[in-house]
């Protein structure tokens, strides 16, 4: 069973930093790629970033580049989400993903609870 499992996420004044943790389980690591999405109060849910453990290729949503660095541990099967210079408009909860071979943010079709993320102007 895909088991994902983000770290709590908190509150921040606008222009400091957060790590958000993604612990997985019950699949192949290596094969997978993760993602992190986001969804802010009356949003529709959004990608973010996402990182592919076979290859390492990354990507990012044009809204974060610059500020937000995803990187894996393999050894520890857990994603990060470093987050800096963050801003009130990235208050959303932060959810994280799985996906196989994904070719876009719908192929991803495993999901953690989320965390609370709360930047404050």
């Known amino acids: 069973e895909v088991q994902l499992v983000e770290s709590r996420g908190g509150l921040v004044q606008a222009g400091g930093s957060l790590r958000l943790s993604c612990a997985a389980s019950g699949f192949t690591f290596d094969d997978y790629a993760i993602a992190w999405f986001r969804q802010a109060p009356g949003k529709e849910r959004e990608g973010v970033s996402c990182i592919s453990n076979s290859n390492g290729i990354t990507y990012y949503t044009d809204s974060v580049k610059g500020r937000f660095t995803i990187s894996s541990d393999k050894g520890k099967n857990t994603v990060y989400l470093q987050m800096n210079n963050l801003k009130p408009e990235d208050t959303a909860i932060y959810y994280c993903?799985?996906?196989?071979?994904?070719?876009?943010?719908?192929?991803?079709?495993?999901w953690g609870r989320g965390t609370q993320v709360t930047v404050s102007s």
């Open positions: 993903a799985a996906a196989r071979v994904p070719t876009g943010w719908s192929d991803f079709d495993s």
